[in-house]
T-cell receptor, first 116, second 110 residues
Framework: GAVVSQHPSRVICKSGTSVKIECRSLDFQATTMFWYRQFPKKSLMLMAT?????????EQGVEKDKFLINHASLTLSTLTVTSAHPEDSSFYICSAHPTGVKNIQYFGAGTRLSVL | QQQVKQSPQSLIVQKGGISIINCAYE??????FPWYQQFPGKGPALLIA?????SEKKEGRFTISFNKSAKQFSLHIMDSQPGDSATYFCAARGPGKLIFGQGTTLQVKP
């Protein structure tokens, strides 16, 4: 089956630093990728839609200057949490939509971010 | 209108029993309804999905029942096993994105 690799799986950083999370589609191309945030025992909240070669579309209430998204190729999207604070600690999950395939999203394994 | 409401929040079932999780939506423009299974510390994995022009879809022990007029759909897990213990999310596809339900934590007791 299709694989989406998300890296790192876990990161601990100091307050004020920036953290980059990578999302790669390993065996398919993805024009569109999605970034979600999940709090403990809660649902997935869509943060932004990442489109290859263009600016990401952010959901209402998500600070685009804090959560920088880059989708530089058809297999890679990155989420950078800038000037991270403890309240940014969360589980971040990406998903990738195979180009030309309707409905399907494949999810990465997630990244646990802990900001001290 | 963009919400998908999921119930129950948690569910305990004996091994061999039937697990039933329900979801309801408002937006009639939703055109695809997947169910995802998530284990702790992992990303969601697609379990089964249905389109609104079908009333039921079965894959192995998993069945989706879809009631278009009531705007409700449900997941039935037959012969539930301890390995099915996980969090289950229903979702609905709107324009360009998936809207997730709140999740149901299922525990199957041996």
């Amino acid at each position: 089956g299709a694989v989406v690799s998300q890296h790192p799986s876990r990161v601990i950083c100091k307050s004020g630093t920036s953290v980059k999370i990578e999302c790669r589609s390993l065996d398919f191309q993805a024009t569109t990728m999605f970034w979600y945030r999940q709090f403990p025992k809660k649902s997935l909240m869509l943060m932004a839609t990442s489109n290859e070669g263009s600016k990401a579309t952010y959901e209402q209430g998500v600070e685009k200057d804090k959560f920088l998204i880059n989708h530089a190729s058809l297999t890679l999207s990155t989420l950078t949490v800038t000037s991270a604070h403890p309240e940014d600690s969360s589980f971040y999950i990406c998903s990738a939509h195979p180009t030309g395939v309707k409905n399907i999203q494949y999810f990465g394994a997630g990244t646990r971010l802990s900001v001290l | 209108q963009q919400q998908v409401k999921q119930s129950p929040q948690s569910l305990i079932v004996q091994k061999g029993g039937i697990s039933i999780i329900n979801c309801a939506y408002e937006n009639t423009a939703f055109d695809y309804f997947p169910w995802y299974q998530q284990f702790p510390g992992k990303g969601p994995a697609l379990l089964i999905a249905i389109r609104p022009d079908v009333s039921e879809k079965k894959e192995g022990r998993f069945t989706i029942s879809f009631n278009k007029s009531a705007k409700q759909f449900s997941l039935h897990i037959m012969d539930s096993q301890p390995g099915d213990s996980a969090t289950y999310f229903c979702a609905a596809r709107g324009p360009g994105k998936l809207i997730f339900g709140q999740g149901t934590t299922l525990q199957v007791k041996p």
